[in-house]
């Protein structure tokens, strides 16, 4: 949903608000699926650097 003209905190929360009533449920995921499975995956990096 894109709430991107609308100014008002409250009216923008509202329609946030119906538009997640109004979608269909997210699918759960596949039994044999890690829980992380969409995280963002890190790329090497140098030692000691922190990742995310």
Do not use: S
Not at 5 to 19: F, I, P, S
Not at 40 to 49: D, E, F, N, P, Y
């Amino acid at each position: 949903m894109n709430t991107k003209n609308v100014k008002d905190k409250l009216e923008r929360k509202k329609l946030k608000r119906e538009a997640r009533k109004k979608a269909p449920p997210k699918a759960k995921r596949p039994a044999g699926t890690p829980r992380g499975a969409n995280k963002k995956k890190v790329r090497k990096m140098a030692k000691g650097q922190r990742k995310r």
